[in-house]
């Protein structure tokens, strides 16, 4: 495969770093989660998943961005 072919990342930037602010995003809107449930009661249990899912996607989001 030739230069011109590959995809080249800018220095200090890894292949996998949208995964890892995928991760972070969705622990971290994990944590928001429960302490949401904690705070109004286990009838809202359903937003540790939303939350979740919404860091997870922001995470992704910009990290893709930079």
């Known amino acids: 495969m030739s230069e011109e072919n590959r ?3 800018r220095a200090g930037q890894q ?3 949208p ?3 995928f991760r972070i995003g969705a622990i971290a809107g994990g944590i928001l989660g429960v302490l949401a ?3 109004v009661g286990l009838g809202a ?3 540790v998943l ?3 899912a919404a860091g ?3 995470g ?3 990290e893709r961005r930079k």
Request: charged fraction near 10%; charge should be positive; aromatic fraction near 16%.
């Open 45 to 47: 249990a359903w937003l």
């Open 19 to 21: 995964l890892n602010g």
């Open 7 to 9: 995809r080249r990342l």
């Open 37 to 39: 449930t904690a705070a």
């Open 56 to 58: 997870g996607a922001i």
């Open 15 to 17: 292949p996998y770093d």
């Open 50 to 52: 939303i939350l979740a």
């Open 60 to 62: 992704y989001w910009t």
